[in-house]
């Protein structure tokens, strides 16, 4: 069946980039999704990809997407504590369907 | 963003009693809504799709009569735990989009079962 990779952890100093990565397996995909989930909480839509786009820039986020390889990439620049949470990379085959989640990459900012 | 709201943001219950959590979409109207599930450190992993005036459709080892899920108007869906088990303990995360929309997340409900 279909599947999400993601790395497990990253660690990073505040003010530094970080890269999370992710692979999927679904050629069918349509939209290729970053949620940010913060301790004790629920999920927060980050940004999303059309799998007809190369790369996606929203403020201190950029999403590269690579459908050749079925890889996805959340660059945070300028990375603060506050950023500090699990990042989820997920799939869906089109809007209104249900997501396939990777495992999360928890980020880990230090000062 | 659409917003979609839970309540409960947390309960705590005895074995074997019922627990109903609600999931609404605040300002637009969805078509269909998730329900997930999301064990300590772990991804989430969907428990049933459910379509507006229709039954829910269950993932693969989903026990139906124990997770009921009643999807009554285009922007209320309740899952109802029943005869709740510690194993139950769980969070538990809604979602909810309409045809054209993507999907957005509730905020979660934190179940704790003693």
């Known amino acids: 069946g279909e599947d999400v990779e993601q790395s497990l952890f990253l660690s990073v100093r505040e003010g530094d980039s970080s890269v999370i990565n992710c692979t999927y397996t679904?050629?069918?995909?349509?939209?290729l999704y970053w949620y940010k989930q913060e301790p004790g909480a629920g999920l927060q839509l980050l940004t999303y990809?059309?799998?007809?786009?190369d790369m996606k820039q929203d403020q201190r986020l950029t999403v590269l997407l690579n459908k050749k390889d079925k890889h996805l990439s959340l660059r945070i620049a300028d990375t603060q504590t506050g950023d500090s949470a699990i990042y989820f990379c997920a799939e869906g085959n089109q809007a209104g369907t249900a997501l396939i989640f990777g495992k999360g990459t928890t980020l880990s900012v230090s000062s | 963003g659409a917003v979609v709201s839970q309540h409960p943001s947390r309960v705590i219950c005895k074995s074997g009693t019922s627990v109903k959590i609600e999931c609404r979409s605040l300002?637009?109207?969805?078509?269909?809504m998730f329900w997930y599930r999301q064990f300590p450190k772990q991804s989430l992993m969907l428990m049933a799709t459910?379509?507006?005036?229709?039954?829910?459709?269950?993932e693969q080892g989903v026990e139906k009569d124990k997770f009921l899920i009643n999807h009554a108007s285009l922007t209320l869906s309740t899952l109802t735990v029943t005869s709740a088990h510690p194993e139950d303990s769980s969070f538990y995360i809604c979602?909810?989009?309409?045809?054209?929309?993507?999907?957005?997340f509730g905020p979660g409900t934190r179940l704790l079962v003693l």
């Open positions: 979602s909810a989009s309409s045809a054209e929309e993507t999907q957005y």
């Open positions: 679904d050629s069918s995909s349509t939209y």
């Open positions: 990809i059309f799998s007809n786009m």
């Open positions: 459910s379509n507006e005036g229709s039954k829910a459709t269950y």
């Open positions: 300002d637009f109207q969805a078509t269909t």
